[in-house]
């Protein structure tokens, strides 16, 4: 079983929709939390980074960590085209090396205009 | 345009063969990451430079090897090559080389494609 897992999707929505993204995880040393975005044929870039738990908002996108249900959350509220990529969750324990975080497989967000 | 520039885009290369993916990190990023992202694997780190020395390993073959030069720009070497070997290439950078924390950003190229046939 993975260390971190992630609703696969793929997700579609009509723009405007919430949007709720999901990763569970069974190493309860993670402490830190991050989601990244990825547009096709791209990198991924970070969207937002948390540390341990509780809720991190920014702009339309909103994260949560829920540290004794291993679960953390990514809210995208009024959801654009623009949002169509794919979103991984990713995440690490204390003294980690900062490029070691164990990722999710992803979820794939479309978002139709 | 993370500013982490990576060589070549593309490539198209045969079972037993050997290639060697270029990392130019961002100007004044010290480390470099490797990963390799697959269908069947999702994103796996593969290793970590930082300021020339090999700073951390995660699940890279005995296949492949790295090495970052000084001026800072990297290479990941895959030598013979098989069909699993297949995948998208990251090449990441960030300015510090310890641990996480929310000023060590990584920065994500847009990756090398490679497909072994």
């Known amino acids: 079983q993975k260390e971190v897992e992630q609703d696969p999707g793929p997700l579609s929505v009509p723009e405007g929709a919430i949007v709720s993204l999901n990763c569970t995880y069974s190493n309860s040393a993670f402490q830190y939390f991050m989601w990244y975005r990825q547009y096709s044929r791209k990198g991924p870039e970070l969207l937002m980074y948390?540390?341990?738990?509780g809720n991190k908002e920014d702009g339309r996108f909103t994260a949560q960590v829920d540290k004794s249900s291993k679960y953390i959350s990514l809210f995208i509220r009024d959801s654009q085209p623009s949002d169509s990529a794919t979103y991984l969750c990713a995440m690490s324990a204390p003294g980690t090396n900062a490029g070691k975080s164990t990722f999710g497989d992803g979820t794939t967000l479309t978002v139709k205009p | 345009d993370s500013g982490v520039t990576q060589t070549p885009k593309h490539l198209i290369t045969a079972t037993g063969q050997r290639v060697t993916l270029r990392c130019s990190p961002r100007?004044?990023?010290?480390?470099v990451y490797w990963y390799q992202q697959s269908l069947d694997q999702g994103l796996q780190f593969l290793i970590q430079?930082?300021?020339?020395?090999?700073?951390a390993k995660g699940n890279i073959l005995e296949r492949f090897s790295a090495q970052q030069f000084p001026d800072l720009h990297s290479e990941l070497n895959l030598s013979s090559l098989e069909l699993g070997d297949s995948a998208l290439y990251f090449c990441?950078?960030?300015?510090?080389?310890?641990?996480?924390?929310?000023?060590?950003?990584?920065?994500f190229g847009e990756g090398s494609w490679l497909t072994v046939v």
């Open positions: 948390t540390y341990s738990s």
């Open positions: 990441a950078s960030s300015v510090g080389g310890g641990r996480q924390s929310s000023g060590n950003t990584i920065y």
């Open positions: 100007s004044g990023d010290l480390s």
């Open positions: 430079y930082y300021n020339g020395e090999e700073r």
